[in-house]
């Protein structure tokens, strides 16, 4: 059984010194970490501008729903005033005078 284990790990470290001599590992200059940060911070700009923009229009929403709750909430003078029901205020703008109501058309089928 050791030897079988043994055999695994023999393989196992030949598989990694192929992987580490395919695939060397860079030297980090002083500037590495700067020049990572730049590229890392380059590829979020777009993303942290659309955030921006969209917390703005949050915000400005969220301002014109108080605003317009408030104006919706204030009496106004041109508001219905008296003790009048709608219906009454509709029959006072649109007196019948003349009727708009037609009797229905009948339509003969007999043929005479």
Same mark, same amino acid.
């Given at each position: ?12 470290? !030949? =598989?990694?010194? *192929? ?6 590992? +860079?030297? %980090? #200059? $002083? ?31 969220? !301002? =014109?729903?108080? *605003? ?6 204030? +009496?106004? %003078? #041109? $508001? ?33």
């Amino acid at each position: 059984m050791d030897f079988m284990r043994g055999n695994d790990d023999e393989r196992l470290d !030949a =598989l990694f010194r *192929a992987y580490r001599d395919a695939c060397p590992t +860079p030297e %980090a #200059s $002083a500037n590495f970490m700067p020049a990572l940060w730049g590229r890392i911070e380059s590829r979020q700009s777009f993303t942290f501008s659309f955030r921006r923009m969209a917390n703005g229009f949050v915000t400005a929403a969220v !301002a =014109l729903t108080i *605003a317009l709750g408030v104006y919706m909430s204030m +009496p106004h %003078a #041109s $508001a219905i005033t008296s003790s009048e029901t709608y219906i009454e205020a509709l029959a006072e703008a649109h007196p019948l005078d003349a009727p708009d109501i037609v009797t229905p058309a009948r339509l003969d089928l007999s043929g005479r």
